[in-house]
């Protein structure tokens, strides 16, 4: 099957990638910032594991290919994939006015995109109109197909799905979906067929549950340490009921990343725009936000509001391991807050150091980056544990204690054991671990 991938950010990317590798002939091309020289070299936007390896190898072996015309696009699929972040959504609309004003012959446009509900009728409108206009006779159908893919596993996440979701009325065009799905969906059936605005809900929905839980977790643990109550051992209790279940049940410094936020916010608008308040969605919102700065808050009181000249290490930058992405990361805040307060700042993360350095500008004092964890912690007041690293979990005790001017640790994401640390000699601060400063 001839494809075109419209996007080469992490989603179009692996999309393109893995449905080439299954025999596919897929163009990929880009809407943004991303150059088809740098693809074709195997410079990519994003790092992601496995992502680099099954670019290359496709384009190698002559299934991938890149090109800047999105016209060559519109005539070279049958397929045409819209993949790209919601804040594209103009360049989205603008590749439906070509196809509507150019496309010739019987297309199935997937958009995998999160854009606002009712968004595939709207372009599947568009394109029809376009067709009527100029006398084309050619039959299209419009597919919801929202990507489920998180960052530092996409490629899993694509090709090994535990559900997917196709939103259309056109059965002919279900069924073709279907069939590209089909070496992703071998074992079990994982596709879940609805109508275009309920799968466009449905990843509206999924985000706002999980936020929604991560949330109420949150203020849970932030209360139990003012009943002297460790919430690793409430978690225990919460997960094992199976109505309940451990995922997104960890206590921590608050969700980021690039559109988890910002989708919760979109579902927000489009119920705010239908007359509903949505007051929930936007206290979850308000409450991560404020959750960013835990962390901060606890040296504030630990320190007797006096931080200025207080040197804190930072590990871990990037909203979640396994990325180099600090979109929306509590770091963002957390280094805010604490040199504002006139702390001096020593950073590590082994991803994450160059978006955060754009971030932060280069004019801007207070922040200084290592390339080490132990450099890091060097007359260090204290460490803050932003990000849970593999490489975090089991540290050189004794090695980080003699480096720090003093041994305190405030753990962003309850990586350490509360009495394994106390007996190493640390003061040890958690989310929600039993202890309230």
Known sequence: MKISVFGCELSGLVTA?????????VMALPIGIVKVEDLQNGVLPREEPGLASLIKSQYEEERLFFEADWSLGVEYGDVLFLSMPSWNIRKAEDIVDLISSTAEKDLIVVNQSTFPIGTADRFLQIIQQGFARRGVEAKVAVVSMPEFMS??????????????V??????????TIRDIMRPFNYTV????????????????????????RMSLVNELANNAEHFDIDMEQVRQGLGSDGRVG????????????????????????????????????????SNNESQK?????????????????????????????????????????TVEALVAQGAKVVAYDPKGKKAFQRYWGE????????????????????????????????????????????????????????NVMQSK?????????GQFI
């Open 151 to 164: 960052e530092g596993s996409a490629v899993k996440d694509f090709t090994r799905p535990d559900r997917v």
């Open 246 to 285: 451990f995922s997104y049940l960890y206590p921590g410094c608050g969700f980021g990343g690039p559109s988890f936020a910002e989708d919760v916010k979109t579902l927000v608008g489009t119920l705010e725009s239908k007359g509903y308040d949505a007051d929930l969605l936007k206290t979850v919102l």
């Open 425 to 433: 000699g640390f003061e040890y601060f958690g989310v929600g671990r």
């Open 363 to 418: 004019d801007r004092q207070g922040v200084s980056y290592v390339n080490d964890m132990y450099q890091a912690l060097e007359n260090a007041d204290a460490l803050m544990v932003l990000t849970e690293w593999k490489h975090f979990w089991n540290p050189d005790y004794e090695r980080m204690k003699s480096l720090m001017a003093q041994p305190v640790i405030f753990d962003g994401r309850n990586i350490y054991d509360l």
């Open 166 to 175: 196709l939103g259309g009325d056109c059965q002919e065009a279900i069924a």
């Open 17 to 25: 990638g893995a449905l080439a590798q299954t025999g596919n002939e």
């Open 293 to 333: 700065e835990v962390l901060f808050r606890k040296a504030w009181r630990y320190f007797h509001n006096r931080l200025q000249d207080k040197t804190i290490a930072i590990w871990g930058l990037s909203f979640k391991p396994n990325t180099a992405t600090v979109d929306n990361a509590p770091s963002l805040k």
């Open 189 to 212: 059936d994982q596709i879940k067929v609805m109508s275009t605005r309920a799968a466009e809900y449905t990843k509206y929905a999924v985000n706002a549950l999980l936020a929604t």
